[in-house]
T-cell receptor
Framework: DTAVSQTPKYLVTQMGNDKSIKCEQNLGHDTMYWYKQDSKKFLKIMFSYNNKELIINETVPNRFSPKSPDKAHLNLHINSLELGDSAVYFC??????????FGQGTRLTVV | DQQVKQNSPSLSVQEGRISILNCDYTNSMFDYFLWYKKYPAEGPTFLISISSIKDKNEDGRFTVFLNKSAKHLSLHIVPSQPGDSAVYFCAARGSFGNEKLTFGTGTRLTIIP
């Protein structure tokens, strides 16, 4: 009964492929996020959704497309993967105004 | 432009002593600050937070201090325990309605038994 769960935990794929990372939260939170931690360990927000509506989009290439079918899910689809997309991607959720809870991360390696 | 900075990438402290982790920020619009702890292969875990209307918040062994004029906050852990060994991230957030967290680059804390 993990609070914020994302799958898969590890993903190795070739350049040019399309892949998805799924995220689900069972905390009843109204806001969900995707963060990216790059090789220099910077943890930066990519997207934020509140009640299925996109509220933050931080200059992310349009190859990245988040999809929120309902409040409890925020999936990340990535088209035409590039080497530079290799990173750890974290999903998170929060109640508005409160601290964010993070998933365990998905380590994406593009070869 | 790194708006939240943790200038010490690593820190080693003996078990039982005080650990002090520092964080500086540049954006005066930040009004809520958080510390997260991260173990390898896990997501960051919320530790403690402080609003800009306070200068101190305490939770058990963890205390966060905020100096708004210096745009500086610190996390004190006392006494330090081996299980505290982890990477600690400072994060900051703007006014209500902008929920985006801006993170520092982290400080790896090692507690020496």
């Amino acid at each position: 009964d993990t609070a914020v769960s994302q799958t898969p935990k590890y993903l190795v794929t070739q350049m040019g492929n399309d892949k998805s990372i799924k995220c689900e939260q069972n905390l009843g939170h109204d806001t969900m996020y995707w963060y990216k931690q790059d090789s220099k360990k910077f943890l930066k927000i990519m997207f934020s959704y509140n009640n299925k509506e996109l509220i933050i989009n931080e200059t992310v290439p349009n190859r990245f497309s988040p999809k929120s079918p309902d409040k409890a899910h925020l999936n990340l689809h990535i088209n035409s993967l590039e080497l530079g997309d290799s990173a750890v991607y974290f999903c998170a959720s929060s109640l508005t105004g409160a601290e964010a809870f993070f998933g365990q991360g998905t380590r994406l390696t593009v070869v | 432009d790194q708006q939240v900075k943790q200038n010490s990438p690593s820190l080693s402290v003996q078990e039982g002593r005080i650990s002090i982790l520092n964080c500086d920020y540049t954006n005066s619009m930040f009004d809520y600050f958080l510390w997260y702890k991260k173990y390898p292969a896990e997501g960051p875990t919320f530790l403690i937070s402080i609003s800009s209307i306070k200068d101190k918040n305490e939770d058990g062994r963890f205390t966060v201090f905020l100096n708004k004029s210096a745009k500086h906050l610190s996390l004190h852990i006392v006494p330090s325990q081996p299980g505290d060994s982890a990477v600690y991230f400072c994060a900051a957030r703007g006014s209500f309605g902008n929920e985006k967290l801006t993170f520092g680059t982290g400080t790896r804390l090692t507690i020496i038994p």
